[in-house]
């Protein structure tokens, strides 16, 4: 059983950056892929991107790349969406989930474990 909690959300102008964390306890932390997911109001929940277990290998949606980064400090049981050039349309709740197969996924259905989500909000 893996618990996860967000945090760093907030409202940025655009242009800004914001760093959300998410921290997970459960001894299994450091075996699980790690997924960042965002919702919007009126939209489906979508993907971010993903980081694998290690760390070594991550993947972006086309939306974020060279925009947003993902972490992981498995010491700390911590995982990290680092975001730059924030746009209007980056609001949305930011969910990070775990997942117990290996394999990174876009798919939401794919992931085992989800957080609460943290809001971030992009003024233009």
């Known amino acids: 059983q893996v618990q996860l909690v967000e945090s760093g959300g907030g409202l940025v102008q655009a242009g800004g950056s914001l760093r959300l964390s998410c921290a997970a306890s459960g001894r299994t932390f450091s075996n699980n892929e790690m997924g960042w997911f965002r919702q919007a109001p009126g939209k489906e929940r979508e993907s971010v991107g993903a980081?694998?277990?290690?760390?070594?290998?991550?993947y972006y949606v086309d939306s974020v790349k060279g925009r947003f980064t993902i972490s992981r400090d498995n010491a700390k049981n911590t995982v990290y969406l680092q975001m730059n050039s924030l746009k209007p349309e980056d609001t949305a709740v930011y969910y990070c989930?775990?997942?117990?197969?290996?394999?990174?996924?876009?798919?939401?259905?794919?992931?085992?474990?989800w957080g609460q989500g943290t809001q971030v909000t992009v003024s233009s």
């Open positions: 989930a775990a997942r117990k197969l290996r394999g990174l996924s876009s798919n939401p259905n794919d992931y085992d474990y």
């Open positions: 980081i694998s277990w290690t760390g070594g290998s991550t």
